[in-house]
């Protein structure tokens, strides 16, 4: 063979690697994934009161009830207690006690607890409000399922003037605060507690409506109302037993359990 054609393929030959190589590197260069770094910012947070535990209505707030949880600094709303706005809150609210149910993890509140004091039921009452007790029974307090917290009407049922007995829901929708004066919720959940006493949660013209109705009645019972109904009003009350159509004041005689006269009160004249 002549060297000229020996060199013409020696080059082909070295062209041919060379391009097999160049193929090579172009093909694994595509399989290879660019690494992305991925970086993450994380959300500034805030120290947040918050509940160790459930605590049930009448329970008094603690070093071990309540601690500082780190919190969204976004999730935080108004109410919530800071530690950058309140950093003495763990002491400043030691033995204050709880108004309404607050559940583990919860935030704390300042309109879900009270001022800490010895006066536990006190403590419990919004301002304006008044605890009236009345009598009870398992069968005229929704057979002993009746507990604090829960909301109810009073209907009262008395004899009318033709000796039927009639009835009426005299209070709707009150808050109890109290069974036989025990505020603490039984944690177990297994039991109803029965008592013989239930203390309502009043504004002043329902405490003198259930003061009258109780002398009026025959029986008076409580009425257990669902939980889907605690943003229904709560001030509705038999107003006729308090005032004249004229909303004045007035003086009532009740015999044997019927009003005999309805009169304004007046002073005497010399």
Do not use: C
């Not at 605060?177 to 329902?206: C, F, H, N, S, Y």
């Amino acid at each position: 063979m002549k060297p000229a054609r020996l060199m013409i393929l020696a080059v082909a030959v070295v062209a041919a690697g060379l391009a097999g190589l160049l193929a090579m590197h172009l093909a694994g260069s595509r399989n290879v994934v660019p690494q992305i770094e991925a970086v993450v910012e994380k959300e500034a947070t805030v120290n947040v009161l918050v509940a160790e535990a459930n605590l049930p209505v009448g329970a008094r707030l603690n070093e071990k009830s309540i601690h500082w949880m780190a919190w969204p600094q976004g999730g935080v709303v108004k109410g919530f207690i800071t530690e950058t706005e309140r950093p003495d809150a763990l002491k400043d609210l030691s033995g204050a006690v709880v108004r309404l149910p607050i559940f583990e993890g919860e935030p704390i509140r300042d309109e879900k607890v009270a001022d800490s004091n010895s006066h536990i039921l006190s403590s419990l009452l919004p301002s304006g409000k008044r605890a009236v007790a009345t009598e009870i029974s398992v069968a005229t307090g929704a057979g002993g399922f009746i507990l604090p917290n829960d909301r109810v009407d009073v209907i009262m049922v008395r004899k009318g003037d033709t000796q039927k007995f009639v009835t009426e829901t005299v209070l709707s929708n009150v808050r109890v605060l109290a069974i036989d004066q025990q505020v603490e919720e039984k944690q177990d959940g297994t039991k109803a507690v029965v008592g013989t006493t239930a203390t309502l949660e009043l504004t002043p013209d329902q405490s003198k409506v259930l003061a009258v109705a109780q002398q009026l009645a025959d029986r008076l019972t409580l009425a257990l109302r669902s939980v889907a109904d605690a943003q229904q009003p709560d001030t509705v009350a038999a107003d006729y037993l308090l005032t004249g159509d004229n909303g004045a004041a007035v003086v009532q005689v009740i015999k044997s359990g019927s009003i005999v006269t309805n009169g304004t009160a007046a002073a005497k004249t010399p």
